[in-house]
């Protein structure tokens, strides 16, 4: 007997180099679907038009210039997944959620009515969306979602949330967190440890809630008070926060402190790791409004097997995890003194932590955990 049929929809651009961490993501959650036994079909966007499972496009029909990437990012997207996967086929549809519009509702309802049977998941990364708006079409999908947001209960089952809430747009939650395929990344060598010359790692598709300018400013009073100090951090992305982090490093004299790598992925990416003593997550969720976080960067960092610095309660590192690093939330610069102890703390306790944060890793983390809870809710 054949697993639920999935239709799992991340209405994102695979040719967006910004996309990338987001459809990483997608990759995890596909995999690990399909080690549940699930029938899968993958849909994303291409400024072409729809991929179905990674290789065959449905071509948009009028392709050139940001106006009609817009029309089709948001309109023409969701009838051509309508017309190409027939509802009849599947029993549940995994979305990731684009922000609610009318072609959103639309092909939701569409769906709905020619398989009542059917079940729609949502997922809601982030929530409430306005903390993340920067743009003016961002601000313009939150204010689109905060308007017809409350109609999504007409068609969704059940939202899934990282961020403890019970209901959302009137919907049930199912809670849940980020997981990981620890299978897909590889495990760090770890390096010799200089105490005066520590090596940072953060990677990221910087963003202010990212926080890194935490570290910025970290770096410079820690060279300010300590002499013979030398630490380095290196950032492995690109976002809407690089002018403003490379103009910091400028101002604050840091040029020969921080290298910018930009995109960097592949074994170029697992250097750096091998390279670097710990690595930086989200410093700066708290400017987006959310009190804690489910990171998908830190379940990464721990299946690589590398300590983190992290701001703020997750529910998957609670307290008793040693390798977490902490820094209080807010806006204060890290205290890379207290950071440099912390580590050498860990390596006296335990040597090398890569293969004991790797365990952890495939014993909590795993999408597949993840999912199959999810499918149980959902499915009834």
């Known amino acids: 007997m054949s697993g639920p049929r999935v239709l799992l929809i991340y209405p994102v651009r695979d040719d967006f180099e910004p996309s990338r961490g987001i459809l990483n993501k997608m990759r ?17 966007g291409r400024e072409e038009g729809v991929v179905l499972d990674g290789s065959r496009v449905l071509k948009y029909r009028w392709t050139g210039g940001r106006p009609k990437r817009v029309l089709n990012h948001y309109a023409a997207f969701w009838k051509l997944v309508a017309r190409a996967c027939s509802p009849e086929l599947y029993d549940v549809i995994y979305l990731r959620h684009p922000g609610t519009n009318p072609a959103v509702l639309g092909f ?3 769906m709905k009515m020619r398989n009542p049977k059917l079940r729609i998941v949502l997922e809601v990364a982030s929530y409430p969306l306005h903390g993340e708006a920067v743009s003016f079409e961002q601000k313009l999908i939150v204010a689109s979602d905060q308007t017809l947001g409350r109609l999504l209960c007409r068609f969704v089952d059940y939202v899934v949330t990282f961020g403890g809430q019970r209901e959302i747009y009137g919907i049930p939650c199912i809670q849940s967190s980020n997981g990981v395929d620890v299978e897909a990344l590889p495990m760090r060598q770890t390096p010799a440890f200089n105490r005066k010359a520590p090596r940072f790692l953060g990677v990221a598709s910087l963003a202010k809630w990212h926080g890194y300018d935490r570290m910025l400013r970290g770096i410079r009073n820690a060279l300010d008070r300590i002499s013979d100090f030398r630490p380095h951090l290196s950032l492995a992305g690109h976002g809407p926060a690089s002018a403003d982090l490379r103009a910091l490093t400028g101002d604050l004299g840091l040029d020969e402190h921080v290298t910018f790598h930009g995109m960097t992925t592949g074994s170029a990416l697992d250097a750096l790791f091998d390279r670097s003593d710990i690595a930086v997550a989200s410093l700066g969720m708290h400017r987006i409004g959310l009190e804690s976080a489910s990171s998908l960067k830190t379940r990464e960092y721990c299946a690589r097997g590398i300590p983190f610095i992290c701001a703020g309660p997750d529910e998957s590192f609670d307290e008793s995890f040693p390798f977490a690093l902490r820094v209080r939330v807010g806006e204060s610069p890290v205290d890379l003194s207290q950071i440099v102890e912390d580590y050498a703390g860990i390596l006296e306790r335990v040597g090398d932590p890569a293969a004991e944060m790797r365990s952890y890793a495939a014993s909590n983390l795993s999408w597949k955990t993840r999912l199959a809870e999810i499918m149980k809710v959902a499915l009834g």
Do not use: K, M
Request: hydrophobic share 45%.
């Open 108 to 110: 939701l309802g569409w």
């Open 28 to 44: 995890y959650q596909a995999d690990a679907l399909r080690g549940l036994g699930c029938e899968l079909t993958t849909v994303v």
